[in-house]
């Protein structure tokens, strides 16, 4: 039976098994279930909000904020930053100018030297990770513990400036902040009081930091130096605490995305060895630009942010003049599938071909709209170049009939992933 049938079946007026059945669906087959939508209910009102699968919609819905804001897990955010963030807010006040700011400190003109340095740390970390397996007598290490994560977080403390403070802090502590604000839909307490210990410690970590630089004759070229030495108009009441909170919140929304997107770009792309073959080609070229196409259709199969939420807070009409045309009103939740939206049939030729060269408005594994990623330009070239650094050692690749053995350890993100520690090659 098709899932619509299932879900129909059931009395509109019991709700607690119409969202025990959407559970029970989307954890075992949310392609099926997008796709399903897709041709039959692309609009879908359910207990848990209205979900919106289709590519035009989804983009409907990111980039109307004055009707579809980040209420839905905003305020979790502030409590968990301490403090106002651009994805904490939509209007006038933090959002539109702290966009702006970020911006700014987040300057594309980076991308060549974040490159780089990318590669340099990358390497000593996979060494380390090779030796390691070494040393232990071992054939296999762990790609996200003993690489992804740690090689993420040591671009991060030299690239944004989280100078001295613990790769192993930066990354337990954005691990249990993401949990709280984003993946605790049933508000589990405990989740939630864990997500803001790790916020306040890292204030605090950040705090200190930010008091050492200002009394030091040093500034460092990186994100913070350039935050601590841009001067805005007193009236913006910008001071070093809004700074701590943009630069922990641009690391919550990159640890956890960079560390997750380097293990699951590999396995999308060792579950297709064709295409591995390939990639592993273009990882060689001196010009990184066509083996960076290969990760990120990989991640438009597995993309750290599948779906995100939004609160309509305005009576509106989704998708007006299409056959499609929902009538939401205000205090809806709404949920923009952007892992729908990039298998769109109507859309995207042939969606479930691995294609490089999509045109870019098909691929929104780094958001659309009023709140897509900040960190772009940095991310365009980390989370590339972490995979080629893995590629570019023939020795290093996850075990035949092992490429989707992720293990996520009761966690919502895949913990564990055993890659060979094999010879290097020719
Ligand atoms: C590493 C891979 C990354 C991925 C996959 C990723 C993904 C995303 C996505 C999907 C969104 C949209 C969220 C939404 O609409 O609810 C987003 C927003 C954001 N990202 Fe990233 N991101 C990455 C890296 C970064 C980096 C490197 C930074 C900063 C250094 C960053 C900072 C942000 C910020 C601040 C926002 C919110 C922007 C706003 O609310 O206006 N991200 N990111």
């Not at 997500?195 to 009394?215: M, N, P, Y």
Request: one cysteine or more.
């Amino acid at each position: 039976m098709d899932f619509l049938t299932a879900y129909d079946a059931v009395p509109e007026a019991d709700a607690a098994q119409r969202v025990a059945l959407l559970r029970r669906k989307t954890a075992m087959d949310r392609a099926g279930l997008l796709r399903e939508l897709r041709a039959v209910r692309p609009v879908f009102a359910t207990p848990l909000g209205v979900f919106v699968t289709r590519h035009p919609d989804v983009l409907e819905v990111l980039s109307t904020p004055e009707v579809f804001t980040v209420g839905v897990f905003g305020p979790a955010l502030e409590e968990v930053l301490g403090a106002p963030f651009v994805l904490s807010r939509d209007g006038a006040d933090v959002h539109w100018r702290e966009r702006g700011y970020g911006q700014l400190v987040l300057a594309p003109e980076d991308a060549p030297r974040v490159r780089a340095l990318t590669v340099s740390l990358a390497d000593g970390v996979l060494d380390a990770a090779l030796a390691g397996a070494a040393e232990r007598g071992s054939a296999t290490f762990d790609l996200i513990q003993d690489y992804a994560w740690p090689a993420a977080a040591r671009v991060a403390v030299e690239y944004l400036g989280f100078t001295g403070i613990p790769e192993e802090t930066l990354h337990s502590c954005t691990r249990r902040m993401q949990w709280a604000f984003a993946v605790n839909p049933g508000g589990d307490p405990d989740v939630h009081t864990a997500g803001t210990a790790a916020g306040k410690e890292l204030h605090d970590r950040v705090a200190a930091l930010i008091a050492d630089r200002r009394a030091s004759s040093e500034s460092p070229d990186d994100v913070l130096g350039r935050m601590l030495r841009t001067r805005l108009p007193a009236e913006f009441g910008f001071d070093d605490e809004r700074i701590n909170a943009n630069l922990v919140g641009y690391l919550t929304g990159y640890q956890q995305n960079a560390t997750q997107c380097v293990a699951t770009a590999i396995k999308e792309l060792a579950v297709r060895p064709e295409v591995l073959a390939e990639a592993e080609r273009a990882a060689a070229e001196p010009d990184p630009a066509r083996f960076d196409a290969y990760v990120w259709e990989a991640l438009r199969f597995h993309p750290f942010v599948p779906a995100t939420p939004r609160l309509c807070v305005r009576d509106h009409v989704l998708a007006a003049g299409t056959p499609r045309r929902t009538a939401i009103p205000s205090g809806t939740p709404v949920v923009a599938w952007l892992s729908s939206a990039m298998f769109d049939e109507d859309v995207v030729e042939s969606p479930t071909e691995f294609r490089t060269g999509r045109p870019p408005s098909h691929n929104l594994v780094l958001g659309y709209g009023a709140h897509d990623c900040l960190g772009r330009y940095a991310a365009s070239v980390i989370v590339p170049e972490l995979v080629r650094r893995v590629l570019l050692r023939p020795g290093v690749r996850p075990p035949p009939g092992a490429e989707q053995s992720m293990d996520h350890a009761g966690t919502p993100y895949p913990q564990h992933y055993t890659v060979t520690a094999g010879p290097e090659g020719p």
